[in-house]
């Protein structure tokens, strides 16, 4: 019984948990764009992110370990040394687009510019995770993120058609502006696939102190929370496609994206999009915080976890702390759009470097022993990687261009 | 890194100006289109005048970014009108 619960609560966190900047900005663009077209790129991401959210949660309970503890030990940390760079870059870049998107809500609510907001949002951040508990920012933010659930509604009351929606999830070649298309399908599948989902995932596990026994709650996690999450991200979509599209509105901007749901929901649509992307984003910003802390202490082999007091695990609330300062500055400097948009390319372009070494641990022996991977799953992963990658280089001349 | 910088360097170079004047259009459209959709909601009660002004002001700026002075003005003088 105790474990039903701890699967329905978390699917519940990862359909919350699920939606962010990301996700919106992407699957904004790419409905106002190329109304249903890219649905195909969300269900193939979501494929992705499922069999990558399964391992790193199997890695996790089967070995007791996390992945940047398990590489250190068996490679060194010289191997570890890129992918952990690139992991840093993400993190933070991911951080200060997670805490734009926060200020930005807060504009479309308070007309206050986002710029003034971006400080007091970083510092109102800081002070959850400093004074919360693991799974008090885990159960708060997924739970209060169900507001997401407004997008399908939303969907599901302009009544799309049907038949067109599903073609939209077979890929097809883009008619016109085909950078332009390959670069938001890269980034759809760059914001499903942001590498801290994985490694605040497989941390969480350790810190609920998971076993083999949690095999089957993992894979349950996984499939049912990252489809029921997908789906809100596809009602994103297509209430865009529905909404923006026909009006030729491109989004180019966030304020753009903010009229979605004023003509299916009159009155509140407006206040229902700024509060669904704040508690969004601010859950996104705490998970995106705390990955980069687990990382960075995990990597360099200090304390760590988000249950201790932060005046014993120090460096691990001081690598939180630095990240949330740098990512104010960088959300303060870029518009929070552009960031998003080329930060998901580069979540994409990055991921053969952070999924190699965890493929290799995932096919250790001695470690996982009989839960080790097989073939499908290791020919999987390699199909992510090497699509994502194909996908990016397919979309550099639009990223060069500054198209986004 | 060589590789992709003379990759980078030619896809900058291979954009034909008719693209960019596509481009150009569409985003013009595209700013047109926000602003009228933010005054007629604005109208229907459905977002903050705040919010129209803010819009307007970004719409005027992408249109004379894509070189549409006229639509601009028109823009910047509807969002003083809504100010007051």
């Given at each position: 019984m105790k474990k039903i619960l701890q699967l329905a609560l978390g699917i519940l966190t990862a359909i919350g948990g699920f939606f962010d900047i990301g996700n919106l900005v992407t699957g904004a663009q790419a409905g106002a764009s190329f109304r249903f077209q890219l649905l195909w790129a969300l269900a193939l991401g979501t494929l992705m992110v499922i069999v990558l959210v399964e391992m790193s949660g199997r890695f996790a309970a089967v070995s007791g370990k996390t992945i940047p503890e398990a590489v250190r030990e068996h490679f060194g940390v010289r191997v570890w040394a890129i992918p952990f760079l690139a992991l840093v870059l993400l993190h933070v870049l991911t951080l200060g687009a997670e805490?734009?998107?926060?200020?930005?809500?807060?504009?479309?609510?308070?007309?206050?510019?986002?710029?003034?907001?971006?400080?007091?949002?970083?510092?109102?951040?800081?002070?959850?995770?400093?004074?919360?508990?693991?799974?008090?920012?885990?159960?708060?933010?997924?739970?209060?993120?169900?507001?997401?659930?407004?997008?399908?509604?939303?969907?599901?009351?302009?009544?799309?058609?049907?038949?067109?929606?599903?073609?939209?999830?077979?890929?097809?070649?883009?008619?016109?502006?085909?950078?332009?298309?390959?670069?938001?399908?890269?980034?759809?599948?760059?914001?499903?696939?942001?590498?801290?989902?994985?490694?605040?995932?497989?941390?969480?596990?350790?810190?609920?102190?998971?076993?083999?026994?949690?095999?089957?709650?993992?894979?349950?996690?996984?499939?049912?929370?990252?489809?029921?999450?997908?789906?809100?991200?596809?009602?994103?979509?297509?209430?865009?496609?529905?909404?923006?599209?026909?009006?030729?509105?491109?989004?180019?901007?966030?304020?753009?994206?903010?009229?979605?749901?004023?003509?299916?929901?009159?009155?509140?649509?407006?206040?229902?999009?700024?509060?669904?992307?704040?508690?969004?984003?601010?859950?996104?910003?705490?998970?995106?915080?705390?990955?980069?802390?687990?990382?960075?202490?995990?990597?360099?082999?200090?304390?760590?976890?988000?249950?201790?007091?932060p005046a014993k695990n120090a460096r691990f609330a001081l690598t939180y702390t630095s990240g949330i300062l740098v990512a104010a500055l960088v959300a303060i400097a870029v518009n929070p759009l552009a960031l998003t948009i080329y930060t998901m390319a580069l979540n994409a372009a990055l991921l053969p470097i952070v999924t190699v070494p965890f493929l290799l641990l995932m096919n250790d022996k001695h470690l996982l022993r009989k839960y080790s991977n097989r073939m499908p799953g290791n020919a999987t992963v390699l199909a992510i990687v090497i699509i994502s990658l194909v996908l990016f280089v397919v979309s550099l001349p639009l990223l060069v261009l500054g198209g986004g | 890194v060589r590789v992709m910088l003379l990759v980078l360097a030619l896809c900058t170079a291979c954009k034909s100006p008719s693209q960019r004047e596509s481009e150009r259009r569409e985003r013009a459209r595209s700013a047109i289109a926000a602003a009228d959709l933010a005054v007629s909601a604005l109208a229907g009660n459905r977002v903050p005048r705040q919010f129209t002004l803010r819009v307007l002001e970004e719409s005027a700026r992408q249109l004379r970014d894509a070189r549409e002075e006229g639509e601009a003005q028109r823009l910047d003088s509807l969002r003083q009108t809504l100010a007051r």
């Open positions: 805490i734009g998107g926060v200020a930005y809500a807060l504009q479309l609510i308070t007309g206050v510019s986002y710029r003034l907001l971006v400080i007091p949002v970083g510092v109102l951040i800081w002070l959850f995770l400093w004074r919360a508990t693991f799974s008090a920012i885990e159960y708060s933010t997924a739970l209060l993120g169900m507001v997401t659930v407004c997008f399908v509604v939303a969907a599901v009351k302009l009544d799309p058609p049907r038949h067109e929606v599903m073609v939209g999830l077979l890929p097809t070649l883009p008619k016109d502006d085909a950078p332009k298309y390959w670069l938001y399908a890269v980034s759809i599948i760059g914001a499903l696939l942001a590498p801290y989902l994985f490694y605040f995932y497989s941390s969480g596990a350790v810190e609920d102190k998971w076993d083999q026994s949690y095999r089957w709650i993992n894979r349950g996690i996984a499939v049912s929370g990252m489809t029921f999450g997908a789906i809100v991200s596809a009602g994103c979509i297509v209430v865009a496609g529905m909404a923006l599209q026909p009006r030729d509105i491109a989004v180019d901007s966030i304020n753009q994206m903010a009229m979605m749901m004023t003509g299916v929901f009159p009155h509140w649509g407006f206040a229902l999009f700024a509060v669904s992307m704040g508690i969004a984003c601010v859950g996104a910003a705490s998970e995106v915080a705390l990955s980069l802390a687990y990382t960075t202490s995990q990597t360099l082999g200090w304390e760590w976890g988000e249950n201790m007091e | -």
